[in-house]
Structure formats: structure tokens, C-alpha cells
């Protein structure tokens, strides 16, 4: 079993940054593909970013130029850095790992998950 945990949310202030972090534990994540989600309020949750353990990184649209996915792949580690944060970036935020190594943007393809960071960034 992974366990993920998050840590690095908080209030912002529009054009600001934060970067948010994920710890893995419980067995290496070599191989894995792991990735970052997030669900506002009445919302569903959706992809944000991903990156494969060969490093190959994806993006949503919406976060693409402003967000960096980044791994430490040592230290069972992933980071995102998020900059010029907008209102409609407030969520929680989720770190996820995919097993099978596949970076793809669907929830269901992840099967283990931390328990999220809220990031609220304000206008």
C-alpha cells in the first residue's frame, strides 16, 4: 500500500504562487506515474497535472504555463508549483499515484490517493 500526503495549501492572494507537495510512504513509487487533481466546491474533481516516472509531464489546459509538476523520484517526493494563481484556481487539491505508470487525466486511472491540501486564493 502508498500513502500520499499533501502539504503546502493556503490563502493567496490573486498573481501570487504556492507550491504544494506530496510525500509517498508505505513502498516506493518507482515506476508509478503520479499526478495532481483538484475539486472546488459543487465541482467534480479534474486532472491538473501528472508527471511518469521517465519524467514526461501533462497539463490541463487551464493550468498549462502557470503550473510546474515536479518529482523527486530519491525521495518519493512530487511538488507543484503554482504561479499567477487566479480565483478559480481555489480547490482542494490532490496528489494521486497510478501504479501502471500511465499519467492519464481520468480519476479512475489512479488508485491511490492523499486526503488533500485546500489552496483558497482570493481576489
Known amino acids: 500500500q502508498v500513502q500520499l500526503v499533501e502539504s503546502g495549501g493556503g490563502l493567496v492572494q490573486a498573481g501570487g504562487s504556492l507550491k504544494l507537495s506530496c510525500a509517498a510512504s508505505?513502498?516506493?513509487?518507482?515506476?508509478?506515474?503520479m499526478g495532481w487533481f483538484r475539486q472546488a466546491p459543487g465541482k467534480e474533481r479534474e486532472f491538473v497535472a501528472a508527471?511518469?516516472?521517465?519524467?514526461?509531464?501533462t497539463y490541463a489546459d487551464s493550468v498549462k504555463g502557470r503550473f510546474t509538476v515536479s518529482r523527486d523520484n530519491a525521495k518519493n517526493t512530487m511538488s507543484l508549483q503554482m504561479n499567477s494563481l487566479k480565483p478559480e484556481d481555489t480547490a482542494v487539491y490532490y496528489c494521486?499515484?497510478?501504479?501502471?505508470?500511465?499519467?492519464?487525466?481520468?480519476?479512475?486511472?489512479?488508485?491511490?490517493w492523499g486526503q488533500g491540501t485546500q489552496v483558497t486564493v482570493s481576489s
Open positions: 508505505g513502498r516506493t513509487v518507482a515506476g508509478y506515474a
Open positions: 508527471r511518469k516516472w521517465s519524467g514526461d509531464t
Open positions: 494521486a499515484a497510478d501504479s501502471r505508470g500511465r499519467a492519464f487525466v481520468e480519476v479512475t486511472h489512479y488508485n491511490y
